[in-house]
């Protein structure tokens, strides 16, 4: 299956993806809120005080919870692209 960004309809009207038209993009969007939804309980949930997600809680209090997680998804999905 194409990447819906790759499709050529995508590319040629940006804004059916912004606006979340067609399957393919209403497909990914669901999957990534989804994604989003089991990163968050599992982080938030995690009882290991050394995990990157708790240290940086504790040590930076200033950081907003969510750009944390935000910060975290985007190194796991980095890391598959790159390793």
């Known amino acids: 299956m194409m990447h819906a960004m790759l499709h050529p309809i995508n590319l040629l009207f940006p804004f059916i993806v912004k606006y979340n038209i ?10 990534s ?3 989003v939804k089991v990163v968050k309980t599992f982080v ?3 009882s290991d005080d050394q995990s990157i997600y708790n ?3 504790k040590e930076e ?3 907003p919870k969510n750009i944390v997680l935000v910060d975290i998804i985007n190194l ?3 890391g598959d692209g790159t390793s």
């Open 22 to 31: 067609g399957k393919v993009n209403r497909t990914n969007t669901k999957n």
């Open 33 to 35: 809120d989804e994604f």
């Open 44 to 46: 938030e949930n995690s």
């Open 55 to 57: 240290r940086i809680i």
């Open 61 to 63: 209090p200033t950081i």
């Open 76 to 78: 796991m999905k980095g």
